[in-house]
């Protein structure tokens, strides 16, 4: 049985399956709908890793993903959700950009001492203004915090991903949280 045909089940299913094709033929419409279809929950993604203030920055990580995905769609073997994999390929665009432009590539190794932050404080908080806190951070700060945090990943698969050190990922986790506990407890005492 072919691969695609078992991957219809639904109406939105045979939508995307005609999208895949039409991009896979290269016809701007189909691959116009496809950006629309996912630019909402690729830009969120996209958000974490870039700075708030850096609008055109995650514009540009963003486009250069749906790039790769426009280049490597007959990669596709429709396991699993075409969003999943469109997911996998604009974050790995975020890597590529975030392995680009790190700052610190030096192997340090602080000891992770992590002093909690008032919980009150915390749970008071809107989500933008979690988000904006950081997006505040340095890019391979704010990228190995959203890996850990956000994408459970552990310091050993941040440190293959961003071809940094296991020390450097723990210190940069460290400093992340140092900066937020720092900069949550500021804005509060204002």
Request: glycine share 4%; proline share 1%; hydrophobic share 40%.
């Amino acid at each position: 049985m072919n691969l695609a045909l078992s991957y219809i089940g639904t109406q939105q299913d045979t939508e995307v399956l005609a999208l895949i094709q039409g991009c896979k033929e290269g016809k701007r419409v189909a691959q116009e709908k496809v950006y629309k279809m996912y630019y909402p929950k690729m830009m969120a993604m996209v958000k974490r890793y870039t700075n708030v203030y850096q609008y055109h920055l995650a514009e540009e990580i963003l486009n250069n993903g749906f790039l790769k995905v426009f280049q490597k769609i007959d990669s596709f073997k429709f396991e699993g959700s075409f969003e999943g994999w469109v997911r996998r390929v604009i974050y790995h665009s975020i890597f590529d950009y975030v392995r680009q432009n790190m700052k610190y590539n030096e192997k340090v190794v602080f000891v992770e001492k992590d002093e909690s932050v008032n919980h009150d404080l915390a749970s008071n908080m809107q989500y933008e203004e979690l988000l904006r806190l950081v997006q505040d951070l340095p890019d391979t700060t704010r990228a190995v915090f959203n890996m850990f945090v956000m994408e459970a990943m552990s310091h050993k698969e941040i440190a293959e991903a961003l071809k940094i050190s296991e020390g450097t990922s723990k210190w940069h986790l460290f400093e992340a949280r140092r900066v937020l506990k720092q900069r949550v407890e500021k804005l509060y005492k204002q």
